[in-house]
């Protein structure tokens, strides 16, 4: 069985103290969740105040984004072993955001998800189609690209400590969410994509999460799905009552 991974993205939200007091409120909401990995990954600036607040919880420190460059002359970015120093576990690499807006690539992607494993990060990596493209009937195509690209040169052993995160792109912030179903058979064909690539071993032990949108309402019916192990969750997690709800499908 894999082990269900909820983790919060909070996107650019929440200031230092503000993070410190979701977290506490957090606390104690999913104390009790022992059959979940729960994450939370605030912006940069609050990470060394959320660990702080986390110090004895259950809840795991992850951050939005990483260089692949251990140090260098990369204005605004961060390393792994800066991350580390704060006591990251998870970084979230490639979501469509940074794809979108700050032109991140598969390439860039990839070299990222390496440095990430090497440190002893587990990355969490985005895939996911645009609206454009789920109805030229393309998803199953695009997503399989993106993950093999993503996890390009890597051992069967190294996907194992990969997380997935299937988030359609016109689904993020929308309000609208893929159905159950297809959601269910899209990160089937990303496992199946692993299978093809790295083995039946690695495609059934990694984790795959879906994101777009998943909130308490409709979190029981995408979990229950066999082939989907988690959600990355946005808007939700500035929530504490939601997203302990959604950790306790």
Known sequence: MRKPI?????????????????????IPLVSDA????????????????????????????????MHFEKSGAYTGEVSADMLLAYGVKYVILGHSERRQYFGETDEGVNKKV?????????????????????????????VCKQTKLALLGLSAEEVKGVVLAY??????????????????????????AVKEVFGDDAAQSIRI???????????SELMAKPEIDGGLIG?????????SKIVKF
Request: net charge negative.
């Open 6 to 26: 909820i983790a919060g993205n909070w996107k650019m939200n929440k200031t230092a103290e503000e993070a410190k007091a979701l977290i506490k409120y957090l």
């Open 34 to 65: 022992d059959n979940v990995d729960v994450i939370v990954c605030p912006p940069f600036v609050n990470l060394a105040a959320a660990a702080e607040v986390l110090s004895g919880s259950n809840i795991k420190l992850g951050a939005q984004n």
């Open 114 to 142: 390496k440095v990430a494993l090497q440190a002893g990060l587990v990355p969490i990596v985005c895939v996911g189609e645009t609206l454009e493209e789920r109805e030229s009937g393309i998803t199953s195509e695009i």
């Open 167 to 192: 988030e359609p792109i016109w689904a993020i912030g929308t309000g609208k969410t893929a159905t159950a179903d297809d959601a269910n058979d899209t990160i089937g064909a990303i496992r199946n």
């Open 209 to 219: 999460q879906y994101g777009g949108s998943m909130k308490p309402a409709n979190a």
């Open 235 to 243: 808007g939700a997690a500035l929530k504490a009552e939601d997203f």
